[in-house]
């Protein structure tokens, strides 16, 4: 990684917990498929809560946010294979992730919810589900917890590179529905032109993860340290409040 472990420890004896003087850049992948948390501006950058969240990071620890467009599914490999420094995509903390990469603390927890057009038969539990294809994004956890509680029930689980592509699909009816976060799904899809004649059915959905961090490298401990100061940081001095507020109406930090 760009940033020496040499000056990440003496910045973690500071009690800044800050970089030293020379900055350093942190190739932080992101899925820019996410609104409100990670979407592309017309211009080609990336804006989105994960954004604000890791400039500011950055800022506090003295280091370059460099944004690298990845497809979410190829997160891990590419971190793993140092293509990246870092994952800042909405990613949740699971114990199976990490087997493969260490988290930082939370940054925010949603709970999922499966949308589907207006009036379809999906309220009724997995007797409504079965037979029916439901859209995820690869290699997220609704992808996995889709695999392993309703496909053994009957339901055809989709998955598909990008969340776009499931929307588009829900869209012009090629899915029954589409398992994804609440506030993907609202801010993202139900609240869009596209999402007209859409809902949420059913109850909110926990998926056993413990909210969504940043993703580094096992070996990476003094990073995480850094961030989680940062983290801890905003959200003591309001900061994280105020980047809050230009998205969401509650606070998404969660219980």
């Known amino acids: 990684m760009k940033i020496s472990l040499m000056i990440l420890s003496a910045a973690l004896a500071c009690s800044s917990g800050a970089f030293a003087a020379d900055p350093a850049t942190l190739r932080l992948g992101i899925d820019p498929s996410y609104p409100p948390m990670d979407a592309k501006a017309p211009d080609g950058s990336f804006k989105g809560f994960d954004v604000d969240l890791g400039n ?15 497809e979410f599914s190829g997160m891990i490999p590419a971190l793993q294979a140092r293509k990246i420094d870092a994952i800042l995509s909405s990613m949740a903390i699971t114990e199976k992730r990490e087997q493969q990469i260490l988290f930082t603390s939370k940054l925010f927890q949603f709970k999922s919810r499966l949308i589907a057009r207006q009036g379809a038969p999906l309220a009724g539990g997995m007797n409504a589900l079965a037979g029916k294809q439901i859209g995820v994004q690869s290699g997220t956890q609704f992808e996995g917890y889709a695999l392993k509680n309703w496909a053994p029930l009957g339901v055809h689980v989709v998955a598909y590179k990008s969340q776009d592509e499931v929307f588009a699909d829900l869209e012009n009816g090629r ?14 899809f139900l ?65």
């Open 56 to 70: 500011e990071i950055c800022r506090r620890i003295h280091a370059h946010c460099q944004w690298v467009e990845l």
């Open 175 to 188: 899915l029954d529905g589409a398992l994804l976060g609440t506030v993907e799904a609202d801010y993202g």
């Open 191 to 255: 609240r869009m032109p596209a999402g007209k004649g859409f809902a949420f059915v059913g109850e909110p959905l926990s998926m056993g993860d413990r909210g969504v961090g940043i993703g580094l490298r096992k070996d990476e401990t003094a990073v995480q340290a850094s961030i989680n100061e940062a983290i801890a940081s905003m959200r003591k001095d309001g900061t994280y409040a105020q980047i809050a507020k230009k998205y969401f109406d509650f606070d998404p930090y969660g219980n």
